[in-house]
């Protein structure tokens, strides 16, 4: 694990709460301690939350973050998946007075804190899931959808991931399984989007059962499937394909999306955030990861640029429609008879479409071979394109969209990430949610069509 420098660690905290067969996850960012605090904390948070606390050193600048933070938690929720946490010792507990290094009885004090007031702490734990009687609300939810023919078999609850973003379980119940993924607040519009886009291609979405509003609930159908990968190219294709076909349906009939709550993020309201932020140097610069003085400059020197593109790919006249926000193979299941469906429409909003196209063949490493992965992405881009013949503009017309599309994508997720999806969520997010990770990416597109 990278170290931030030679005797300190940023570190972040998996809170496992648990309430008779409920189970809370929730996860903090912590300041930087010294290394060797980090196993005295796992020692006496174990004897004040009965076992349920773990620390697990991570950087939040590491590129690969997010899978060391996925490995760590699903070890450390297997390790602590028994375990019943109760309340700390008392309300006068004092941890500076146990003996613990300076650093390390900070950061538990704070999380004795943030256990006890949640709405008063700079950890405050606020995802609905950390919240008592969350669980059994939603399992009664799901109880009144999901048949169930044998009332005396209870079905058998699976948590896959919890992380700031999403609540995600496997269901099973009488041979059959179920997804039932929750959302804070800020993602609200998954569950309606997901039913409406499912209904209109149920080919290409999960079967859905029921949403509810209240909790930010969505209730599937488990797809049997893995992530797409580079040997997965036909499913890519399909999968583009697919959805640029939705996109064209979605767009002729856009005022079904109003209803959602969707954010509209169209090429106007992308143009005026420009400026806004080229300027933000804490959202471009951030202590790990950030942008050099260099780079910034090369960024800001391209607005011109930027601003040029955007008024031609307007012209162009691609209509507004659905934009996933996040369509890359991760998001693609398929199965071994070549199935798929496409998930994870939480970062949804009213856009340009061809954005969705653009991180898919960009953003993606589809081979080791260079030039293997050039001939990919050029599969995947006729594909898309395909999908909107029906649009009347020429090949040309389309062939320049995209490869405007593929060059401002980065630009349009970096004041995306700015403006509307980091503001309404509590806790720091990876370092590929930020704007400076982005704003690298468009460093990079606009080398690679120089």
């Known amino acids: 694990m990278t170290l931030i420098s030679k005797d300190t660690v940023s570190v972040t905290v998996i809170l496992l709460f648990g309430e ?22 796992n020692a006496a948070s174990g004897a004040v939350f009965g076992g349920a606390l773990r620390v697990v050193r991570c950087l939040a600048g590491d590129e690969n973050f997010v899978e060391t933070w996925d490995r760590a938690y699903a070890l450390e929720f297997l390790d602590s998946a028994h375990a019943r946490p109760r309340e700390p010792l008392s309300g006068t507990f004092d941890p500076l007075s146990t003996g613990l290094p300076p650093g390390a009885a900070v950061v538990l004090k704070d999380l004795l804190a943030a256990r006890r007031n949640a709405s008063g702490s ?23 959808v999901i048949p169930n023919p044998q009332p005396q078999q209870k079905a058998v609850w699976k948590q896959l991931r919890t992380w700031p973003r999403s609540c995600v379980y496997e269901i099973c119940s ?51 499937g893995n992530d797409a990968s580079a040997e997965s190219t036909p499913v890519l294709k399909a999968a583009a394909n697919g959805l640029a ?143 909107w013949q029906a649009l009347g503009l020429t090949a040309a017309e389309l062939e320049e969209a995209l490869s405007l599309a593929r060059l401002l994508m980065p630009i349009a997720r970096a004041i995306e990430r700015r403006e509307r999806l980091l503001p309404s969520l509590a806790y720091p997010l990876p370092w590929s949610f930020s704007a400076a990770f982005w704003a690298r990416r468009f460093l990079i597109r606009l080398a690679e069509q120089n």
Request: charged letters at 25%; glycine letters at 6%.
């Open 20 to 41: 008779h067969d409920e189970m809370f996850v929730s996860r903090v960012n912590l300041p930087k301690i010294p290394w060797w605090e980090v196993e005295a904390l």
């Open 122 to 144: 700079r950890l405050s734990i606020c995802e609905p899931w950390t919240l008592q009687g969350w669980h059994a609300r939603v399992e009664n939810f799901a109880s009144k």
């Open 174 to 224: 009488d041979g059959s399984r179920y997804i039932l993924k929750a959302c804070p607040p800020a993602y609200a519009s998954e569950g309606p989007v997901t039913a409406y886009l499912a209904k209109l291609r149920p080919d290409l979405i999960a079967d859905v059962l029921a949403v509810d509003p209240a909790d930010n609930i969505l209730l599937s159908r488990a797809f049997s």
């Open 245 to 387: 076909e939705l996109q064209y349906v979605v767009s002729t009939q856009r005022g079904a999306l109003s209803r959602f709550g969707l954010a509209v993020t169209d090429l106007p309201a992308l143009m005026g955030s420009m400026h806004a932020l080229l300027a933000d140097e804490p959202a471009l610069m951030p202590e790990h990861g950030g942008l050099s003085d260099s780079e910034v400059e090369q960024l800001r020197s391209a607005e011109s640029r930027i601003a040029d593109s955007f008024n031609r790919l307007r012209s162009i006249g691609i209509p507004l429609s659905i934009e996933h926000g996040d369509f890359r193979a991760g998001n693609v299941l398929n199965d071994a008879d070549g199935n798929f469906r496409i998930i994870d429409w939480s970062c949804t909003s009213i856009g340009h479409p061809f954005f969705s196209a653009a991180q898919l063949i960009d953003e993606e490493e589809h081979s080791p071979d260079p030039l293997t992965n050039s001939k990919i992405k050029i599969q995947l881009a006729r594909s898309y394109l395909e999908g």
